[in-house]
Structures are given as C-alpha cells and as structure tokens.
C-alpha cells in the first residue's frame, strides 16, 4: 500500500477539453517528486470522453488512482476521494486548471521541512490561457497568526474559501468533512479549518491558474444556491469569534446587495436584521472594514 505525502484530488466532470492540459501541468509540477505523491481523479457523471482522457494518463502519473461514479455532486466527489487519499496533507485541483511547472514538487519539499497545518497561496485567475508562463520562483511563503488568516479571509484580501491550490493537513479534512453540496462546499469547511489551525503560512506569488470561464458556477445563479449560500455565512458566524462580526456583516450585506431578488421572506428577515447591525459606530471606527464597504453602507442608508 502506497502511502503518499501528498494526495492530489481531482474532480471531473465532461472535461474533455481541458482535462489533457490540466494533467500535463501536474505531470510538470510534480517534476521529480512522484514517491511522495499520489493522485486521485474522480470522474462524476461525465459522458464524453473525460473516461479515456483519464485512462490514458493513469499509467504516466505516480501512485494514480481514478474511480466512475454517478453523483451529480461535488462535494460528494470531493468527501469519497479523500477516503481513498492516504497522505498527510491534501491539495485539490479543478479538471479545467493548471498549475505552474515544478511547484508541486516545491510545496512536497516545503511542507516536509515545515509542518504547517495549512500553505495557503493566492489563486491566479485568468480568462485567456495564452497568459499562463512558467516562471515560478518557489514557495516563500510567509507566517500568518490565526487572527490575520481569518481577517483576509473575510476581507477576500489573497484568498477565500477555495480548496483547489492549498495544501491542507489531513486533520482539518478529519475534523471538517465536506458536505454533499452542489456549490459551496469549500465555504462550508473554510472557515473550520482556520480555526483549528495554529501554524499557517500564505504565499503570494501563486502556483495554481483559476481559469475563469463565462459559464462557471457564479454565474448561473439561483435561489438554491443562495440559500446556501445563507446558510455557509450563519455557520460562519457562529464558528469565528464575535470580534470578527463587522467583516461577516458585510458578508451579509454582500447577500443583501447582490442577491436581495433570490431570498425567502424569512431570509430576507434575517439578512435585513445583520445588515442593520453594519449601521453602528463600531463598524465604521473598525480598521479591519475596508472604506469601500463604509462608502457603500453609507450610500444605501442614503438611499433610505
């Protein structure tokens, strides 16, 4: 039984015109580092031919492994793959994604010497995949107390609530397992693992490209998706401390101005009272909100 440093899992749904790329770039980014590694494609629903794309890989890729499976779900796809995933630390990528040439090698090297609970870097999103480039420096990351991690988090200030491009010790997966949801799943265990983790560390120069299509999941909204998306924000606030209640209202008053025409009655109640709550002298004296959220929260009680 191989037991991996590295598990690196990979959802798949009819990716037939990305996924060849996707895998030619973790066969470069993990360079020479195959005995620590291991890679798990899970190929949810696909009817095209992501099947033989996969097959064809699997022999040229280390200690890979892939499973069929008719789930319709991410994060059901996501849970059963971390069953299988016997590494220490786990990395998620997306089957349309590319990561930079040797850097998965340079996270193995890193995260052997250091230990961290999470390596969180900076995603680049790009639309046109003429713009990706090669270089890549390695990680340098640097140290971030909990306090600082949950902060940019909430201020979507270097990273948000994505699990593709970090590097995630298996026991915040233990402890926080991804719920079978259709979108969000990566919110609804985010804000979890921040707070069980002690020794964090961001790099900015970012390994991984998020590329950003037109028909992806933000934007083909609805009323389901925000209504769980109501319910990743409650479980954050319950789970982050009270000090952070000014940077999760404004997590409100996102919902509230972006996607006020998708709530229920009942989550518009809800919604209304914390954004009344922005309305105080405390959020606008916070150094932590950022001006524009004061400007906007100033612009719509004007508008009352």
Not at 76 to 86: D, F, G, K
Not at 167 to 177: A, D, G, I, M, Q
């Amino acid at each position: 039984i191989v037991m991996a440093f590295l598990s690196i899992i990979i959802a798949a749904h009819n990716a037939q015109d990305t996924l060849d790329a996707t895998l030619q770039s973790l066969q470069n980014a993990i360079d020479n580092a195959g005995d620590d590694v291991e890679i798990i494609i899970f190929n949810d629903s696909s009817n095209d031919s992501t099947q033989d794309i996969i097959e064809t890989w699997l022999p040229k890729l280390p200690n890979a492994q892939s499973r069929y499976v008719e789930y319709r779900n991410v994060g059901h796809v996501r849970n059963s793959a971390l069953s299988l995933a016997s590494g220490e630390y786990i990395t998620m990528l997306d089957s349309d994604d590319r990561l930079k040439p040797g850097s998965i090698r340079d996270a193995v090297a890193f995260l052997q010497a250091q230990r961290p609970d999470m390596l969180l870097t900076r995603l680049l999103e790009i639309r046109d995949t003429h713009k990706i480039t090669a270089d890549w420096q390695g990680f340098s990351p640097v140290a971030l107390s909990q306090h600082q991690a949950i902060t940019r988090f909430l201020q979507h200030k270097d990273f948000q609530a994505h699990l593709i491009g970090q590097f995630v010790h298996r026991k915040l997966y233990e402890s926080n397992p991804i719920p079978s949801m259709v979108c969000y799943e990566d919110f609804a265990v985010f804000p979890g693992m921040l707070m069980q983790s002690s020794k964090i560390v961001f790099q900015r120069k970012g390994h991984y490209y998020y590329i950003k299509r037109n028909d992806s999941l933000s934007s083909r909204l609805d009323a389901s998706k925000i209504a769980t998306l109501v319910e990743c924000t409650l479980q954050m606030e319950k789970i982050f401390p009270q000090s952070f209640r000014h940077l999760i209202n404004c997590h409100w008053f996102d919902i509230y101005s972006n996607h006020r025409q998708y709530l229920t009655d009942a989550q518009l109640k809800l919604v209304m009272q914390r954004v009344k709550a922005l309305y105080s002298f405390s959020f606008f004296f916070s150094s932590d909100v950022r001006f524009s959220y004061k400007k906007r929260v100033i612009e719509a009680l004007w508008k009352k």
